[in-house]
């Protein structure tokens, strides 16, 4: 696979503001272990192997553990997240991959009883910005791992 074109080489004011608006994301309401954790899942879902390999690198830097990494794919089985992780990750794919009917009322409400109205807006901003970025990562084939070096990731020790 070969990167079709590059967008901060093509549109760098547009592709700085989204990085801007990416890190203000990162002092919001929503702990860093959880914006992983959806960034990750969004990635998943949507077929996004430059933001997966980015983000999965990412938390393990962070000191997430590897076990849950794994599990992030089978959330809903695993015993390795919290009840506010679970309502997180249903958020993030219910906003997703939203259907004909929107958001389901039960995880809108599961997700209430975990988030402050807050926080619940602060997440849906963020599972906003992590599809922009796979929609334009897997649109234009961005290479996983191209970025390691400039982003720091090769410090994630991954074999």
């Known amino acids: 696979m070969s990167q079709r074109l590059n967008a901060y080489a093509q ?3 547009l592709f700085k503001k989204f990085v801007e608006f990416g890190m203000l994301l990162k002092s919001g309401s929503i702990e ?3 914006l992983s954790l959806i960034e ?3 990635s998943q879902i949507n077929g996004c192997g430059f933001c997966l390999d980015m983000h999965v690198k990412e938390a393990k830097i962070r000191g997430e553990r590897e076990l ?3 599990h992030v794919a089978i959330w809903r089985e695993s015993t390795e997240f919290s009840p506010r992780e679970r309502a997180c990750l249903a ?3 219910a906003l997703t991959t939203l259907g004909a009917h929107g ?3 039960d995880v809108y409400e599961r997700v209430r009883t ?3 109205e807050k926080e619940i807006s602060d997440l849906s901003f963020a599972v906003m910005a992590i599809n922009g970025w796979n929609r334009l990562n ?3 084939r961005t290479v996983p791992g191209s970025a390691d070096k400039a982003y720091g990731l090769d410090k994630a020790k991954f074999n």
């Open 138 to 140: 897997v649109g234009f």
């Open 114 to 116: 975990q988030l402050s």
């Open 40 to 42: 990750i899942r969004a």
């Open 103 to 105: 958001v389901p009322d």
């Open 91 to 93: 958020w993030t794919e």
């Open 68 to 70: 849950r990494l794994h």
């Open 11 to 13: 549109s760098p004011e």
């Open 32 to 34: 860093q272990s959880i």
